[in-house]
């Protein structure tokens, strides 16, 4: 069925996708869709979800600082990709119960995971999954979402920076 | 056509709105709906987007720490709540462009500035309008958006005190 959906919207472009027209190429009837799913947004939220999933452990370049930048840069890059909006949008919006967003958001802290034990693992001092969650991811996502425009690398690597230094957070001195 | 839209779905839940039905009640004909909202989807986005409209300016508590809790525990409280998820969800939903979820983040904005103004005016030391937006406001609405569950009064309470201390950010000592 996720197959039947990226190929449709790969030929057609994703405003022509119907339930008759995915169901014809999965080879099913539109009831089998309806009663799995309920209605489209949903299944579009489900495949969204599934093409959020990170490809691998992010990569090691020797300290957390160096990862920890490397790794909201190519978030960010990622998620605000036309693509990346696109899906994130399907993901929420076909998503009422929370599964789905709570999905993107479990990928994103196992990323941070692997980092922060790597750090553990080379004895660095290190943050833990929330905090970076709650002063790295959550503002480029909210900028994302809320914000278009607003972001670029040069601003992740600075949320990435401030957060390790202990963070001073703009308080005027 | 806002109210038609808030009395059928006071009268009869959401998952019943149709444009005829809206159109029915507003008394004009769906093609008038059509031409400018184009579907149901972004006319409720355009409804939700009023209704996550401040009601006034924030309450003086005195001073900005006070200032700052009061509010973010608020803005969480209608953010959070049944009503505020679904408006939420339907101004993201139906918003491809990124103007009305703009909207909803330029009224947190202006609400912070008022503060921040306040404090100026008190002569206290304050961040600047970005710095709250990034760190108090967009962690409470990533866990709004992708992790319920994991928010209350006390977390938002938290991050706003942090935020003046100069922000220890849980980096490990």
Redesign the interface.
């Known amino acids: 069925m996720h197959r039947a959906v990226r190929e449709l919207e790969a030929e057609r472009g994703r405003a022509e996708l119907t339930v008759p027209l995915i169901a014809a190429r999965a080879e099913v009837t539109p009831s089998t869709i309806y009663r799995r799913w309920g209605d489209l947004q949903v299944l579009l939220s489900d495949v969204a979800v599934e093409r959020l999933r990170p490809e691998g452990p992010p990569a090691d370049h020797g300290n957390l600082a160096a990862d920890l930048e490397t790794w909201a840069v190519e978030w960010l890059e990622e998620m605000s990709s036309a693509a990346g909006r696109a899906y994130l949008?399907d993901a929420?919006?076909g998503d009422?119960e929370?599964g789905n967003?709570?999905q993107?958001?479990a990928y994103a802290a196992e990323q941070v995971a692997v980092l922060l034990d790597r750090a553990a693992g080379r004895g660095e001092?290190?943050?833990?999954v929330?905090?970076v969650?709650?002063?790295l991811?959550?503002?480029l996502?909210?900028?994302i979402?809320?914000?278009?425009g607003l972001l670029d690398a040069d601003y992740a690597r600075g949320?990435a920076r401030?957060?390790?230094a202990?963070?001073?957070?703009?308080?005027?001195?």
């Open positions: 949008h929420v919006a009422r929370g967003a709570g993107c958001s001092p290190a943050p833990d929330e905090t969650l709650d002063h991811v959550a503002p996502m909210y900028r979402l809320f914000r278009p949320l401030r957060l390790l202990g963070g001073t957070t703009g308080l005027a001195e």
